[in-house]
């Protein structure tokens, strides 16, 4: 850590949770983007979603930097006194029946350095890689729908949209597909 993953757009659904966790002050203290809704052109249709409209300030949502957000949050994590280990990887998983019970690991910088840890629970959060499922449950499933595919970059000097809430998130609809544009 940190280290790059495309941003995030974060919705005002996901205040509860960072409340739940005790991170909901420093999330907003960091500095990321506020996002005041979200604008939509779909077919011939053009709206826009106000999250001030539901009942809070509109400042509960924010377009974040992944990598400073995933930063944060593991720190924070980490001041609660979860032990993090970083530079590694799962090499291989120990069950007990279908119950995953220990890890095997190894240092991505020092392949020599190699351990073993215990658990009674284990949290995948490998995000799309799925560790577990892909790699060592192997009940990796995909659904012929989600077979497809996206691009992303990032642009300099762009002008923000002129309509909708203020750093909003624009989708639009096209002929094949969808495209989204996160200031």
Known sequence: FPRYQIGESILPSCRPILELLGVW???????FQPKGGAYFFWGPEEWEVKFDNLGDDGTNAWQVIRSEFDE?????????????VENITVKELEFDGERPVAAQWAGTKDPAE????????????????????????KNRQYHEIFRNVAAWTYWKNVEPLDRGPEGAIAVCSAPDGWYWFIP
């Not at 002050?25 to 500095?31: E, F, L, R, S, W």
């Not at 944060?72 to 993090?84: D, T």
């Open 25 to 31: 002050d420093k999330v907003q203290a960091h500095g």
């Open 72 to 84: 944060l949050l593991l720190r924070h994590a980490e001041s609660l006194g979860v032990e993090v």
């Open 114 to 137: 190699a351990g073993r840890i215990t658990f009674d629970y284990v949290i995948d959060a490998s995000g799309r890689g799925g560790v577990m499922a892909a790699r060592h449950v």
